[in-house]
């Protein structure tokens, strides 16, 4: 079974301070993603990675930075918390088919982050 | 250009009825259309997919319709069961360029016993 992990359920930071949002994926998956998820705004791309060191901008960047050091583990940093930044956070890993046939995105369970 | 358009937002049915939720895409690079099922407290999961070059793909009582000219594409659950009652995103992806998978902003199903 594929195995996406997030280190947190639950989070309470207070605005300005800097936060880190932890994911691990057990399958060697090349791909990975940090979505915000808001009622009614659906799930929205914040970064996008493809392999170690890779980076890409995906909708909503601003405001957060992305960390991918290990083929397995993707962070997501918030520099300064702020109250708009409360919101579900949800990462997912896909494998990166050379055929191009399928781009299956796991999920984690998400970070309820809540910034006072 | 990068949206997915998806309606209604919300949905109620009565048990065994045909829900239907439907989706819109502009761009004509996108070349995958996967359907997420999300569970209270769950992360999304896939639930079906298809490509432009099929018109209809079904999976149990799941089907996703397909038109291509219209760019439009539309989920149908059959013999609908409260266990279904979730929220359920469409999405889109360029699979010949990356794999990013752009969402729709769901629709919370409701099913009626």
């Known amino acids: 079974d594929v195995k996406v992990t997030q280190s947190s359920r639950y989070l309470v930071k207070r605005t300005g301070e800097k936060v880190f949002l932890e994911c691990v994926q057990d399958?060697?998956?090349?791909?990975m993603f940090w979505y915000r998820q808001d009622p009614g705004l659906g799930l929205r791309l914040i970064y996008f990675?493809?392999?170690?060191?890779?980076?890409e901008k995906g909708d909503i960047p601003e405001g957060y930075s992305v960390s991918r050091e290990k083929k397995e583990r993707f962070s997501l940093i918030l520099e300064s918390a702020s109250t708009n930044q409360t919101s579900m956070y949800l990462c997912?890993?896909?494998?990166?088919?050379?055929?191009?046939?399928?781009?299956?995105?796991?999920f984690g369970q998400g970070t309820r982050l809540t910034v006072v | 250009q990068q949206q997915v358009k998806q309606s209604p937002q919300s949905l109620i049915v009565q048990k065994g009825g045909i829900p239907i939720i439907n989706c819109a895409y502009e761009?004509?690079?996108?070349?995958?259309f996967p359907w997420y099922q999300q569970f209270p407290g769950k992360g999304p999961a896939l639930l079906i997919a298809?490509?432009?070059?099929?018109s209809e793909k079904k999976e149990g009582r799941f089907t996703i319709s397909f038109n291509k000219s219209a760019k439009q594409f539309s989920l149908h659950i059959m013999d609908s069961q409260p266990g279904d009652s979730a929220t359920y995103f469409c999405?889109?992806?360029?699979?010949?360029?990356?794999?990013?998978?752009?969402f729709g902003k769901g629709t919370r199903l409701h099913i009626l016993p």
């Open positions: 761009n004509t690079a996108f070349d995958y």
């Open positions: 999405a889109a992806s360029m699979t010949n360029r990356d794999d990013k998978i752009i």
């Open positions: 990675s493809y392999d170690v060191k890779m980076k």
């Open positions: 298809i490509r432009p070059d099929v």
């Open positions: 399958m060697d998956h090349e791909n």
């Open positions: 997912a890993s896909s494998y990166r088919d050379p055929h191009r046939e399928s781009t299956e995105a796991f």
